[in-house]
């Protein structure tokens, strides 16, 4: 506070001395220090820090899809950490990200929140490429700064575990191209045995819409290139529910985080899986799996490929 009344007085000084013309060279020196100053303040309003992009975790060689086993620990019942948090905010909710960037008293928008968003989506880049380039690790977060209303996934939890009921354990949409559209739904018994229905609820059109908005914006990272990265093209999908979670509780930190999955596909161009995954406990599990390629190439060049990251389809 102090500093700011200093440099408002200097500024006052400056422009008495500037109007009457009288530039010793002391006052020359005077104000070149505060257009420096100024100067400084512009950057650092620019490059205003941002909470930290990634909060580092533990992430298992390998796990079960029935979310009670995991390998990459010494630990017997117990992980050393959970996972680490990731907050994708300045790709998923760029307004969020410019307005908690952005310093007091400045707009959220403009030449100077554009420069912070630019800046942003590099940093998170240059991070994920780096964690996704990890051999021996699942590339699996909990995910922050997503955009979605939290009550939308307590909605969809509550929908699943309705539709569900008591007769079925899993409930299973798959699709072999890229369209959104379904007409049927395939529901397991416990005992193994499966139903093809015709049906399409409402809830499930809003999960599986609000799941490939995610995906299709960080399915990016899985190109090998890094400048001028353009989203991949969805090839197929999966969305499974089920009476078990997908991820095992105790790696778990904060429940009400969606977790984000990454499975690149080692190849020339890249590609690769990306899944969301909504859990409540032990007791039920919601996951979207997209493929998405980055060449026009059949979408069978993904599908049975030995990818690293220890995914296991639900």
């Not at 990306?274 to 007791?283: A, D, E, N, P």
């Amino acid at each position: 506070e102090k500093r700011v009344c200093w440099m408002k007085a200097e500024h006052t000084m400056l422009l008495r001395m500037t109007t009457a013309g009288r530039l010793t060279f002391g006052r020359r020196k005077l104000l070149c220090r505060c257009l420096s100053i100024k100067k400084n303040n512009r950057e650092a309003s620019i490059q205003s820090p941002d909470r930290s992009i990634l909060i580092p975790g533990f992430q298992p060689t390998a796990y079960s899809s029935n979310g009670d086993i995991y390998m990459g620990s010494t630990y017997l019942n117990v992980p050393p950490k959970t996972l680490p948090v990731l907050d994708a905010a300045v790709i998923l909710d760029p307004k969020s990200f410019c307005r908690r960037s952005s310093p007091p008293a400045r707009t959220i928008s403009g030449g100077s929140a554009a420069k912070r968003l630019i800046k942003g989506r590099q940093q998170f880049t240059d991070t994920l490429h780096g964690e996704l380039e990890k051999q021996d690790v699942c590339h699996i977060f909990s995910l922050e700064g997503h955009g979605v209303p939290p009550q939308l996934f307590t909605h969809l939890l509550e929908s699943a575990d309705l539709l569900l009921g008591d007769n079925w354990s899993e409930l299973l949409i798959s699709k072999a191209d890229g369209d959104l559209c379904f007409e049927s739904v395939a529901f397991k018994e416990e005992e193994g045995v499966t139903y093809n229905i015709v049906f399409k609820p409402y809830e499930l059109e809003l999960w599986t819409t609000a799941m490939h908005r995610m995906t299709s914006l960080l399915n990016f990272l899985l190109s090998h290139e890094k400048l001028n990265v353009k989203s991949g093209v969805l090839k197929n999908w999966q969305a499974c529910i089920q009476k078990k979670a997908f991820v095992p509780p105790m790696l778990v930190e904060r429940e009400e985080l969606p977790i984000v999955e990454w499975n690149p596909q080692r190849g020339v161009v890249g590609g690769g899986k990306v899944s969301i995954t909504l859990q409540r406990g032990k007791g039920l599990g919601m996951r979207f799996t997209g493929c998405y390629s980055f060449w026009e190439g059949s979408p069978r060049a993904l599908n049975g490929t030995n990818n690293t990251g220890g995914f296991i389809w639900g």
